[in-house]
């Protein structure tokens, strides 16, 4: 229902129904007249980079000119270094036929990558990519960020943990919500400017999250994103989120998609 409720409303009359509906005490989902219009985002693509149609992207960031992936599928699943400009992958690591690649993020000099269900993690060596060692957590892995603090870790719930960088211990939680209802499937993350933004799975849509509250803060829509001919049968969701911090690059891809886009956003005005 939140969803819907936080879709953009279609036209005037819609609007001036919420209006109405604010001044008798309510709105359309049902909340206090404290809820306010959560920011609408579109997009404009800055450029377009070759993205390998083969990987099912279940993590992303980007570092010092390049991009590190972390692809899914079990038997299949790998931790890549992929170079922006070309897509080509310089470096890789594949995981045990065992486990499905989830979420990657850096700390110092460690890459830290979760599995789907199989409640492990790896803390890698991040010029190599060789495992130091392994981890436990409960329930599923899907995605890593970090604040320079803390890692925050996406599960497929509306929960999201921080943990400890150095002992991976949980040290406190969120729940995602948008105008008071929690929001599901969040998945790959990224750190942006204070805030933390995630793919919404199965939706075309990113969620910009206080990290404070985890109230949604604004809501990214990347419709139209991958055109019907760069799509396939096997084509798969928006999935990948990195940013260029530095330049203020903001990067995107989803599963097996055949582009990555680095793109600029858009305020909806309505
Ligand atoms: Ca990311």
């Known amino acids: 229902m939140s969803r819907k409720c936080s879709r953009r409303p279609a036209g005037s009359i819609a609007i001036e129904a919420l209006l109405l509906l604010a001044a008798a005490g309510l709105t359309a989902c049902g909340g206090s007249a404290a809820s306010e219009a959560v920011p609408q985002y579109t ?37 890549r270094k992929v170079r922006l400009e070309t897509g080509e992958v310089v470096q890789k690591r594949d995981l045990p036929d065992e486990y499905f690649g989830e979420g990657i993020v850096q700390w110092k000099d460690k890459l830290v990558q979760l599995t789907y269900q199989t409640e492990v993690g790896f803390v890698c060596d991040f010029a190599s990519f060789a495992v ?44 995602v919500t ?36 985890g109230k949604v803060t604004g809501w990214i829509d990347l419709t139209g994103l991958l055109a019907p001919q760069d799509r396939t049968p096997r084509t798969d969701v928006l999935n990948g989120i990195a940013y260029d911090e530095r330049a203020g690059r903001l990067f995107v891809t989803g599963k097996y998609w055949p582009k990555l886009f680095e793109i600029r956003l858009v305020q909806r005005l309505e």
């Open 43 to 79: 997009y404009e693509v800055v450029h377009t980079y070759p993205h390998d149609p083969l990987a099912f992207t279940e993590g992303l960031f980007y570092w010092n000119g390049f991009l590190y992936e972390s692809a899914g599928q079990p038997g299949q699943s790998s931790v």
């Open 132 to 175: 130091e060692r392994e981890f436990h957590y409960p329930g599923e892995g899907w995605a890593l960020t970090q604040d320079g603090k803390r890692l925050i870790m996406s599960d497929g719930t509306p929960q999201i943990r921080f943990w400890n960088p150095e002992t991976l211990e949980e040290t406190g939680r969120i729940t």
């Open 178 to 213: 948008d105008q008071g209802q929690p929001v599901k499937n969040v998945n790959e993350l990224e750190w942006i400017k204070g805030e933390i933004y995630a793919n919404i799975w199965m939706t075309d849509r990113i969620a910009r999250i206080d990290p404070s509250s």
